[in-house]
């Protein structure tokens, strides 16, 4: 006891008896300028290292354009979406006052070319897209016997830029690099989202203006597109004439290039299209099971070898292919500033981002969101008319919402790269709304947003929605006999599917194949081939079953009343959504006004001196 006291009294001892050294003295951080000390320290240690001068390399070939003076000079290439969207742009913006020419859809020599003038590991897109354009300058080149100068000079080529979870930010970057390997060293390629690259640095005004007129010669080809390839994709697989829809497609192509390139009217162009593709004979009893493409936008929106040719396999696999249309993306993108908006006005200081809120004011997030309501409600109403015009009846845009909507809980709205959250709505609402038997989700192999999503999420959500046929193909360029064999594993099952649903609605309505080729006899107007049946099931046989059922067991007084019925059920449901909206509106729509009260208010005594002054 008295030794552990001992030792106790010397640990206290030993404690007591150490003096801490008084605290360190803090720097005045406010007063300290880190930036300029930091430049300072940067100086001090370059000039140490001897880095003063040394010589750093620069991006020759970045921002090169072209100057109004030039534009009578040089041609326009575009290229990237489908043969009729790349074809209707040409025409469009010839209107505008441009030379454009469309480049071919990319084939297998333009991946050949890519591969080796590119990088290595880039992805599918990127091979097929810049092998595409080497392929046509060495066309010029080598057999149209044209200077590399003059191709220089004489062309330019035009193609989007982005960035994001994904090498399409990279894209340019590539071109530039392949070019000049290529020996067309100073080539220019301008991207269409670039904001400064646009301008010529000598102040001259640049040959490419981004103008009202541009982006309407643009939407107005872009929507043209989707309304001829919907068509052609809806009649197709049921021509009983074969080579039918595409003679006809063609026909309606070159009327509305004429109108598009002229200034016509390409409302009668459709309407004159119409005729031509309502003159195809079709079948649609037989049950084909209905092919929803999803994916990376543009493996599922080329027509060529960058996806093995994807939808016309499909259809000699005896499927019906429903594609994204471009405006769906159009609408996307909408979507996206609209609910970054949202978000953002809560913050407590506006911000500088892509999307930010810095510089429009008190009531900018409430004017910007208003705007964004119009454009969405004005681009449905303008390709809803030129559809009606075109003949494509009963086709519903996507609901930007409600695929979001759809998609939360799986796949967070905040996420972006390539289409973001709309791969699991969409899929989602497919199997939920019988909107396809079969969904596809093709992509680049290696494409980071797309797969995975495809490999990730999607298994998660075929699990909880049982039944869902779902194939996720991947494409390289190579290997088309493995990708084949993949779809067509899926396709199997997709058409036992479609022959099911089929059978029960002829079962359900108390008919068979005879009876319905009688009733179809009876009411000729649903053999026509811009027929489009009431939606029903997830095939166009099932629609087309329920349609004639309804027609043989009902009169035009009874079907008069339950169009009246549905009518008043849509403008039922249009009311309560209207309702639930109609506080965000109402509150919309005060911000705004009182925002334009203030800039009436500061800035209208101004604006009235300035009248009077001329």
Known sequence: FRHSRRVIEEETAMTQSIEFEP??????????DVDAELRRFEAE?????????RERWVEDMANLSFTRAQRSQVTLLVGGL?????????????????????????????????????????????????????KFLTHLRDTKGMSTRQIIEGYVFVTAGACGPCRFGMYVTEYRKALRDAG???FRVMLFQQQGGLSQATGE?????????????????????????????????????????????EQSKRICYDALAHGKSILWALGRARRLLGAVAVDRTRPKPRVAIIGEFWAMTTEGDGNYQLQRFLEREGAEVDIQLVTAWLLYNIWEVSWDTENRAELRAEDGGRFGLDGLGEYGAARRKLMLWAADRALRVVFHTYAWCGGLYDYHLPDMKEVADAAMPHYDNDLRGGEGHMEVGKLILN??????????????????PSSSVSDGVQSLVTERFPGTIYCA????????????????????KARQAAEAEAQAALAANGLDAERLGAALDRHPRLRRALSRAPHSGA???????????????????????????????GTRKALLRAGKTLPWMVSLAAKATVELGEIARDEGPSALQKTKGR
Do not use: W
Request: proline share 4%; net charge neutral.
């Open 23 to 32: 605290p360190k003295k803090r720097l005045p951080l406010a007063d300290l």
């Open 184 to 186: 067309f060293e100073g």
């Open 205 to 249: 005004e640049s040959g490419l203006e981004l103008n009202p007129e541009f982006f309407l010669a643009l939407v107005k080809a872009l929507l043209a597109g989707d309304v001829l390839n919907a068509l052609g994709y809806r009649i197709r697989p049921y021509e009983l004439e074969a080579g039918a829809t595409d003679r006809a497609l």
């Open 473 to 492: 193909v991947e494409t390289s360029g190579d290997g088309a006999v493995n990708f084949y064999s993949r779809v067509q594993m899926y396709l199997f």
């Open 45 to 53: 240690e370059s000039a140490r290292l001897g880095l003063t001068e």
């Open 539 to 569: 095939c166009t046989t099932t629609d087309l079953i329920y349609q004639a059922a309804e027609l043989e067991r009902t009169t035009r007084a009874q079907r008069a009343l339950g169009t009246a019925v549905r009518l008043a059920r």
């Open 431 to 448: 199997v939920m709304k019988q909107k396809a038997t079969m969904t596809l989700s093709v992509k680049p192999f290696g494409c980071m």
């Open 82 to 134: 489908t043969m009729a969207h790349d074809l209707f742009v040409e025409a469009s913006l010839k209107h505008v006052g441009y030379s454009v020419l469309a480049l071919d859809a990319p084939d297998n020599e333009a991946l050949r070319l890519g591969k080796e003038f590119g990088n290595r590991g880039q992805c599918n897109p990127t091979y097929f897209t810049v092998g595409n354009l080497v």
